[in-house]
């Protein structure tokens, strides 16, 4: 009988013939995924754990590890709470949501090893030739990447077990013809499509991604593949991106899921909840959206209203979430310009004017 996660320890070696899957982490990649913070431009408290990562197993060392632990029949195996790789990522993953006031504690890690069959192992080997190909063409950087993908536990097991598939696309948002992963260094809206199970605890993945060279890919966009053969994959946004853009092409040759991190989000003091995440209280000033649409239309050209309100559409068919509809809004509006909507607003009702605008000169008296 499969069993996806958790799993008893014992005494078991890793069979012959199956070395290939370990080279899924090389100990510079581990080093890629401490060091990420720094390329986001956000700062981390734990920056200084970088210097210790030299020293994380290498391929040779992390073979040892496994020998001592039981594999999985679909080829996952669970981190003992000592090893190394286990306190990298589970302390990585607290922190990067820590930052979004999310409080979440992690109950296991699992490695996928590739060995559940020889699909399994083609995945992986697949994964290597594409590397190649793409450091080929740009080269000699295939421009790898940690990624963030949430999902309910059965949608995991069958990424695992079959690699990703259209529900996976369908389920992806703005962006319509693509597997979205959130960058390592952002992984709070992956968390948030993170379904719990029947024990209360959320799954995601943690996933090695060939970007090669990047293009910007805009919200409901309906490209499907690269604009152009430079191209391999999207971001969606050039400077800092937070959502890597994989197309359905290359969604099982450019993706390799490589961690599960089984966690549970716990009750923060003095924190609202938003569908079980627990984020800062606001202390801005706030709009309905339906009024802030009403004011911005009186502002703004009609295609930007257009985009807008599709954003809107998007998040009442619940094809996106209040996340990134409010991000979109923002995008159209400029930070500045929304400023000054909320604060007019905010006047208009302590005033008792229903927070209605008349016209244009309303918002800049």
């Given at each position: 009988?499969?069993?996806?996660?958790?799993?008893?320890?014992?005494?078991?070696?890793?069979?012959?013939?199956?070395?290939?899957?370990?080279?899924?982490?090389?100990?510079?990649?581990?080093?890629?995924?401490?060091?990420?913070?720094?390329?986001?431009?956000?700062?981390?408290?734990?920056?200084?754990?970088?210097?210790?990562?030299?020293?994380?197993?290498?391929?040779?060392?992390?073979?040892?590890?496994?020998?001592?632990?039981?594999?999985?029949?679909?080829?996952?195996?669970?981190?003992?709470?000592?090893?190394?790789?286990?306190?990298?990522?589970?302390?990585?993953?607290?922190?990067?949501?820590?930052?979004?006031?999310?409080?979440?504690?992690?109950?296991?890690?699992?490695?996928?090893?590739?060995?559940?069959?020889?699909?399994?192992?083609?995945?992986?080997?697949?994964?290597?030739?594409?590397?190649?190909?793409?450091?080929?063409?740009?080269?000699?950087?295939?421009?790898?990447?940690?990624?963030?993908?949430?999902?309910?536990?059965?949608?995991?097991?069958?990424?695992?077990?079959?690699?990703?598939?259209?529900?996976?696309?369908?389920?992806?948002?703005?962006?319509?013809?693509?597997?979205?992963?959130?960058?390592?260094?952002?992984?709070?809206?992956?968390?948030?499509?993170?379904?719990?199970?029947?024990?209360?605890?959320?799954?995601?993945?943690?996933?090695?991604?060939?970007?090669?060279?990047?293009?910007?890919?805009?919200?409901f966009s309906t490209q499907c593949h690269p604009s152009s053969e430079d191209f391999q994959s999207g971001v969606d946004n050039l400077a800092s991106p937070k959502k890597f853009v994989v197309w359905s092409s290359q969604m099982n040759t450019h993706i390799l899921p490589e961690f599960v991190i089984s966690f549970k989000t716990?009750?923060?003091?003095?924190?609202?909840?938003?569908?079980?995440?627990?984020?800062?209280?606001?202390?801005?000033?706030?709009?309905?959206?339906?009024?802030?649409?009403?004011?911005?239309?009186?502002?703004?050209?009609?295609?930007?209203?257009?985009?807008?309100?599709?954003?809107?559409?998007?998040?009442?068919?619940?094809?996106?979430?209040?996340?990134?509809?409010?991000?979109?809004?923002?995008?159209?509006?400029?930070?500045?310009?929304?400023?000054?909507?909320?604060?007019?607003?905010?006047?208009?009702?302590?005033?008792?004017?229903?927070?209605?605008?008349?016209?244009?000169?309303?918002?800049?008296?």
């Open positions: 009988m499969l069993r996806l996660f958790p799993a008893a320890v014992d005494r078991r070696s890793v069979p012959d013939g199956e070395e290939i899957s370990l080279s899924s982490v090389r100990e510079d990649d581990i080093h890629q995924f401490t060091e990420e913070d720094s390329v986001s431009g956000e700062s981390s408290e734990d920056e200084g754990d970088s210097s210790s990562v030299s020293d994380c197993e290498s391929v040779t060392s992390a073979k040892r590890s496994i020998e001592h632990t039981r594999i999985q029949a679909d080829g996952l195996v669970r981190l003992d709470e000592s090893d190394k790789l286990h306190g990298i990522i589970g302390k990585k993953f607290i922190s990067r949501l820590s930052v979004h006031g999310v409080n979440a504690q992690v109950q296991y890690i699992h490695r996928n090893l590739f060995n559940a069959g020889s699909i399994s192992l083609a995945r992986l080997r697949s994964f290597q030739i594409f590397t190649k190909a793409v450091e080929k063409k740009n080269g000699g950087d295939a421009n790898i990447k940690y990624g963030w993908f949430g999902a309910s536990k059965d949608e995991i097991k069958k990424i695992i077990l079959h690699g990703f598939g259209h529900d996976n696309i369908k389920n992806s948002g703005l962006f319509g013809h693509a597997v979205v992963l959130s960058a390592d260094h952002s992984p709070l809206e992956s968390m948030e499509s993170a379904s719990l199970d029947d024990d209360g605890i959320r799954h995601i993945l943690l996933c090695r991604v060939i970007l090669g060279k990047t293009e910007l890919v805009n919200p716990l009750s923060t003091i003095n924190r609202p909840q938003l569908d079980g995440v627990h984020l800062r209280k606001p202390v801005s000033p706030w709009i309905p959206i339906p009024d802030l649409i009403a004011a911005l239309s009186k502002l703004l050209p009609p295609e930007s209203m257009k985009e807008i309100t599709k954003y809107r559409r998007s998040y009442i068919e619940h094809k996106i979430s209040r996340r990134d509809m409010i991000q979109g809004i923002r995008e159209f509006t400029g930070d500045r310009l929304l400023l000054m909507v909320l604060k007019d607003f905010t006047e208009q009702r302590r005033h008792g004017l229903g927070g209605k605008f008349e016209s244009r000169s309303d918002l800049f008296k």
